[in-house]
């Protein structure tokens, strides 16, 4: 394989060239996850002493070393041979000589393992090549057979195998307890994960380095990386008083009925050890709330805006919460903080060069752009029309998905754009779900939409009508995006839904996997059927939009637009709420859908 030399900001690496990431964003920023190396400048002192699981090359080994000086030591666990040989060069370029390697990976037995050569792999990431299959046979050792005097630090970055190795390294944490940097991004794997570290004691919180800087040491604007980011957690333990306040708290996701009462009685023990952490009291808040307990929510909330009346995260979350209630004046405006989020770009947010439209009249072009789901860009596009009543020349972009569908419905007459495509040029801006509280609408009369703002090509409703000739006309969605905020109370059973499949079959399964070429297509399907039953998903607010009879199934953890209680909603007229009364028991609910379905068809037979 061939190996380039770049000089970069911590000194001379030598790197593999087809290295898709370390050896590339070395070649060209002169770096490597820069972000990752500020964060170990601040956790790491001179004297510290550190591992570092999945070493590679060295690109970040050589600034831990650094920062820890000669007085501290680094011990860097590599097993793949190639990348070792590389690392112990860049040591030496670099006069690095407070190092010990071991040349073998970490794991919870010893022995050996397989691995593949970095030759043979199929990708040229070569930082990912991953213990347990390949035709190389590798050392592996437990952390805990290496006698550690101190240790401060644990970096680990293994490719999915990071519980393996702090089970193998249980004895020296115990007796250690350092702070550890983890590595999390194997979906499949993180809830395991996190419920280890959760149980050892720590509080872990979310870190997202772009692998991309602005700043980066060559002065390289082409950001080859695009949005990409490392997605790893800083975790700390629980009884060092260790301020943590720009990075968001990582929940434990085992799920459980208790899992809520579980979450607020470990951030009442964090409350307790330590009073003046705005986070834990939030957090016990955040969860009382979800239980019901809203007195106690609000309470809690209260002293800590008393504390610090400034406290965003705490204002936010109350806005949330007054949004819940139907308190709008309060809550659109807490819904705006939304905006003081430390990493924006989980729910779409934006950084314009032109100032923020404030809602009074004007001629001048407005961009209205969409951010957070397809869901909430169905929702909140009913007030374009009250936009172009103050602001004729406003126009929108909106995700690739609904563009033809908004387009068909004419939201937004004057112009329509594919979400972050080339557009005319606009003197102000405004976010879609902004524009309540831009147009200062409190009242639900001012929030209810037409009978229905959205119909799809009728042309395309044809075909669907001739498919669904011989189904029920009915249409079940049981589960949404993964990437929503609860996933794990929002999705059913599907397994719990064949009594209603069975006796009403057969019936148009709505879920989203591929079976739809875009929101035209569902919206043809769902003008097609007479009843769509669905969980809390984007389908719910297309069929409401299109004014279609629509039975929503929620969960006793509703999102905040659907309150917590009634069956109707002020803001679709055809959807009718079944609701959970016992967290992640979904039975019963579906027992009274079955009972109004059985009304519905004697009504329909009289």
């Not at 016990?284 to 002293?303: D, F």
Request: aromatic letters at 10%.
């Amino acid at each position: 394989m061939q190996v380039k030399t770049a000089r970069c900001r911590h000194g001379t690496f030598l790197y593999f060239s087809r290295d898709s990431f370390v050896g590339r964003s070395l070649e060209i920023y002169g770096e490597y996850s820069e972000q990752e190396v500020d964060a170990f400048s601040l956790i790491l002192k001179p004297g510290d002493v550190a591992i570092e699981v999945g070493s590679n090359i060295g690109a970040l080994t050589v600034p831990m070393a650094r920062i820890v000086g000669p007085q501290g030591k680094v011990y860097a666990y590599e097993p793949q041979p190639s990348s070792c040989r590389l690392l112990h060069e860049n040591l030496l370029l670099n006069n690095i000589g407070n190092v010990i390697i071991k040349e073998c990976a970490a794991g919870k037995r010893s022995g050996t393992v397989q691995m593949p050569r970095l030759e043979s792999l199929s990708h040229v990431n070569y930082g990912a090549a991953e213990v347990g299959a390949g035709e190389l046979t590798v050392p592996i050792e437990r952390i805990d057979e290496t006698e550690f005097e101190r240790l401060d630090f644990i970096k680990l970055d293994c490719e999915g195998h990071e519980r393996e190795v702090l089970i193998g390294a249980q004895d020296t944490i115990k007796r250690s307890r350092p702070i550890i940097y983890c590595e999390n991004d194997r979906k499949e794997k993180s809830v395991e994960l996190i419920g280890h570290l959760i149980d050892i004691g720590y509080r872990l919180f979310w870190h997202r380095p772009y692998l991309w800087s602005p700043k980066n040491f060559k002065g390289e604007q082409r950001n080859v990386f695009g949005e990409i980011v490392s997605i790893n957690m800083l975790c700390v333990p629980a009884e060092r008083k260790i301020e943590v306040t720009a990075l968001d708290e990582v929940a434990d996701l085992r799920v459980r009925p208790d899992m809520y009462e579980r979450e607020m009685r470990r951030f009442e023990l964090e409350m307790e050890r330590h009073p003046a952490d705005l986070t834990a009291r939030l957090l016990v808040a955040h969860y009382a709330n979800l239980v019901g307990e809203n007195e106690k929510s609000r309470t809690l909330m209260a002293e800590n805006l008393r504390r610090d009346p400034t406290h965003a995260a705490t204002r936010s979350i109350s806005g949330l919460i007054d949004l819940q209630q139907g308190k709008y004046h309060t809550g659109w405006d807490g819904y705006e903080l939304r905006y003081l989020q430390k990493e924006q770009k989980h729910f779409g947010g934006r950084f314009m060069d032109v100032p923020k439209w404030d809602g009074s009249p004007t001629d001048e072009p407005i961009l209205i752009w969409s951010e957070q789901g397809f869901g909430d860009s169905i929702m909140f596009a009913r007030f374009m029309k009250n936009v172009l009543a103050l602001a004729p020349n406003a126009f929108m972009d909106i995700q690739p998905q609904l563009f033809e569908l908004f387009e068909l419905s004419h939201i937004s007459p004057m112009g329509l754009y594919r979400q972050r495509r080339s557009m005319p040029r606009y003197k102000y801006h405004c976010s879609l779900p902004s524009l309540p509280a831009t147009l200062k609408l409190y009242s639900e009369q001012q929030l209810r939409a037409p009978r229905y703002y959205l119909w799809p090509d009728p042309f395309m409703i044809g075909p669907w009508i001739d498919k669904l000739k011989t189904m029920s006309g009915i249409g079940v969605c049981w589960i949404g995006s993964p990437r929503s905020e609860r996933p794990y109370s929002r999705d059913i059973d599907q397994a719990l839904l064949d009594p209603l499949m069975s006796e009403y079959a057969p019936v148009l399964s709505l879920v989203q996997t591929g079976q739809f070429e875009s929101f035209m297509d569902t919206a043809a399907a769902i003008a097609a059927l007479d009843l769509v039953i669905t969980v809390d998903t984007s389908i719910a607010h297309l069929a409401g939009a299109m004014g279609k009879e629509c039975w929503l199934l929620l969960s006793t953890d509703p999102d905040w637009r659907w309150s917590l209680h009634g069956e109707r909603t002020h803001w679709y007229d055809s959807i009718r709420i079944f609701r959970q009364r016992e967290f992640l028991n979904w039975q019963p609910v579906l027992d009274d859908v079955m009972a109004a379905l059985a009304e519905r068809k004697l009504e329909k037979a009289a």
